[in-house]
Nanobody
Framework: VQLVESGGDLVQPGGSLRLSCDCR????????VSWYRQAPGKERELVAT????????TYADSVKGRFTISRNNAKNMAYLQMNSLKPEDTAVYLCHARNSLYAYWGRGTQVTVSS
């Protein structure tokens, strides 16, 4: 099983990034997917979740209206579109896949928002 995040970068406040999560080794279409983030010295925070079919998603209040989670079950990929980025969005962003029996984590990708 592998979850490989990519797309993290240094970006100025107000900028945008699109994170990707390449999922392999399990039946992706049967798993819900979430993006978490962890900043230095802070607890891991749930950012967004999308159900297995992709028909419903939920967001943390801190990112609602700015971030969009999506998935492509044909490509075994999940995405996080991040707009209007703020310095407080700086963190390692981790992809997480879960069903009723199993849960898998990626290693994360660094997002830094700074001028």
């Amino acid at each position: 099983v592998q979850l490989v995040e990519s797309g993290g970068d240094l970006v100025q406040p107000g900028g945008s990034l699109r994170l990707s999560c390449d999922c392999r080794g399990f039946t992706f279409s049967r798993f819900g997917v979430s993006w978490y983030r962890q900043a230095p010295g802070k607890e891991r925070e749930l950012v967004a979740t999308i159900i297995s079919s992709g028909s419903r998603s939920t967001y943390a209040d801190s990112v609602k209206g700015r971030f969009t989670i999506s998935r492509n079950n044909a490509k075994n990929m999940a995405y996080l579109q991040m707009n209007s980025l703020k310095p407080e969005d700086t963190a390692v962003y981790l992809c997480h896949a879960r069903n009723s029996l199993y849960a898998y984590w990626g290693r994360g990708t660094q997002v830094t928002v700074s001028s």
